[in-house]
């Protein structure tokens, strides 16, 4: 019977050491440079008056947000980091800064949607008043 004794000495240091590479910077910078052209290349297909309107545009950004992510693992960089994150905010002062929030103008519904989501609670209201009297008087009748 073959076997390790206690006496035995295993070795419990890892065999393989990993290595963190240090983060191209430079490299990067070019890399998302190319995404940024990309995404630049796609926004000119669609017309600048529906840059503030993401359904028209949200494939697009997707693919750029997912390019820089890409590029900056590929040359061992975190993402995001403070040089990706002002490469997005430039894009996005060149394509939506003309995008400003526009207060909500709050409309009331229709008259006859209004009255029914009125009448509801207070037809509810009634009916458990009167189910309480009803109950409270069965109540009566059976002690």
């Known amino acids: ?4 004794s206690a006496s035995d000495n295993f070795n419990l240091e890892p065999t ?11 490299r990067l910078r070019w ?3 190319v995404c940024g052209e990309d995404f ?6 669609i017309d600048p ?23 900056s693992h590929n040359v061992d960089c975190y993402w995001p980091n403070p040089l990706v994150e ?12 003309n995008c400003t929030i ?5 409309v009331d519904p229709p008259d006859d949607t209004l009255t029914i989501l ?11 008043i009167a189910l309480v009297v009803w109950c409270s008087k069965r109540s009566d009748l059976l002690a």
């Open 16 to 26: 393989i050491t990993w290595q963190r590479r240090l983060c191209n910077e430079s």
């Open 118 to 128: 009125i009448l509801i609670p207070v037809f509810l209201t009634l009916a458990m």
């Open 31 to 33: 890399e998302v440079e």
């Open 49 to 71: 008056e529906q840059w503030c309107n993401l359904t028209y545009f949200m494939s697009e950004y997707h693919l750029f947000t997912l390019c820089t992510e890409t590029k």
């Open 1 to 4: 019977m073959s076997g390790t």
């Open 40 to 45: 630049k290349r796609d926004m000119a297909h």
């Open 86 to 97: 002002s490469y997005i905010i430039r894009i996005h002062k060149h394509f939506f800064s």
């Open 102 to 106: 526009e207060e909500v103008i709050w």
